[in-house]
C-alpha cells in the first residue's frame, strides 16, 4: 500500500511539474518582443534579418513573438510621428510585453548639414545647428517615451545607447555625437527612474572593427549576436528569461551596402574610400 502511495504521489508531482512547465512555456509564447527606431534596430547589418538581427536571435532564444518596425536613416521626429500617428505602430505597442528602442544616431547623421557639424566638431566646436538638432532630439526623446508610456505603462522598454563605429579624425566627430545621445539617455532616465531599463551597446561594441559591417556604420553578423546576449542578460536581470546565450536559426550574411547599391566595381571603390576614411581595412 506504501508503495502504490508513494507511486501514486510521484506521479502527481511529475503531472503539477509538467503542468507548471507547460504554462510557463506557454506563458512565454504569448510574449510579444518590439523592435523600434532605426538601422540598427531593422538589423541593417546583415542581408537576412529576419533570421539574424539582434532582435530575431532575441526572439528565438526565448521563444517570444516578434516584431520588427526599425527602418533607416529614422531619426527621433520619425520615430515621434511613427508613436503619434501611425495606427498598426500603435497597436503594437499596445500590445507588445518587451519594446528594444534605438534611436538618435541619425539626428546628427542625416541631417542636410552634417558635413558643416562634422567639421564643427573635430575643431572641437559645437555648432549652432549642432545644438538646435540637440535640443530636438531631446524634446522629441521625452515625447517618445511619453507615448509609448501612455499606450502601454506595462511594458518593458529597453534603450540602447549607440554605438561609435569610426574610427581616426572622423571617428572623433562621431563619437562627440553618440556620446551626446547616450548623455541624452542616460539623464533622462535620471529624471524619470523606472522609465526604462539601459542595454549599453556602445561599451559593448566601441572599438571592436570586428563587429561592424563593411559600410563602416552597422553591426555584422557577430556584432548582432553580441547585441543580442547584451539584451538576454537584461530580460533574464528583469526576470524575462532564462536564456543568456543566443540560439542561431541561421548564420548571419554578411551585407555588403555599397556593392549591392552601386554595383561591384564602383561599390568597392566607394567602400575602399569609406572604410579607410573611418579608420577600417579598407580592402
Known amino acids: 500500500m506504501k508503495t502504490i502511495k508513494r507511486t501514486i504521489s510521484l506521479l502527481l508531482t511529475f503531472a503539477l511539474l509538467f503542468t507548471l512547465a507547460a504554462t510557463a512555456a506557454a506563458q512565454q509564447a504569448e510574449t510579444d518582443y518590439l523592435l523600434m527606431g532605426d538601422s540598427i534596430a531593422q538589423g541593417f547589418g546583415v542581408k537576412n534579418p529576419e533570421e539574424a538581427s539582434y532582435g530575431a536571435i532575441v526572439a528565438n532564444t526565448n521563444g517570444y513573438n516578434y516584431y520588427n518596425i526599425g527602418r533607416s536613416a529614422r531619426t527621433t521626429e520619425g520615430l515621434l510621428i511613427q508613436v503619434t500617428e501611425n495606427e498598426y505602430a500603435r497597436s503594437l505597442i499596445k500590445d507588445a510585453e518587451i519594446i528594444s528602442l534605438s534611436i538618435g544616431g541619425n539626428d546628427y547623421f542625416t541631417d542636410e548639414g552634417v558635413v558643416g557639424i562634422a567639421v564643427g566638431l573635430v575643431a572641437g566646436i559645437e555648432t549652432p545647428r549642432y545644438k538646435q538638432l540637440t535640443a530636438n532630439m531631446i524634446e522629441n526623446f521625452a ?141
Open 143 to 283: 515625447k517618445i517615451i511619453d507615448e509609448i508610456k501612455a499606450l502601454n505603462p506595462d511594458a518593458v522598454i529597453l534603450a540602447q545607447t549607440v554605438l561609435c563605429s569610426w574610427y581616426g579624425l572622423l571617428g572623433g566627430a562621431y563619437k562627440h555625437g553618440t556620446n551626446t545621445v547616450n548623455d541624452m539617455i542616460y539623464g533622462y532616465l535620471e529624471e524619470h527612474p523606472g522609465a526604462y531599463e539601459i542595454v549599453d551597446v556602445a561599451t559593448a561594441m566601441n572599438g571592436h572593427r570586428e563587429y561592424i559591417a563593411r559600410d563602416s556604420v552597422h553591426p555584422n553578423a557577430e556584432g548582432n549576436i553580441v547585441i543580442a546576449r547584451l539584451v538576454l542578460q537584461k530580460l533574464k536581470e528583469l526576470g524575462l528569461g532564462e536564456n543568456t546565450e543566443p540560439v542561431l536559426i541561421a548564420e548571419g550574411i554578411e551585407y555588403d551596402y555599397y556593392v549591392e547599391e552601386y554595383g561591384e566595381a564602383a561599390g568597392k571603390f566607394i567602400g575602399f574610400i569609406v572604410r579607410l576614411a573611418t579608420g577600417h581595412n579598407p580592402f
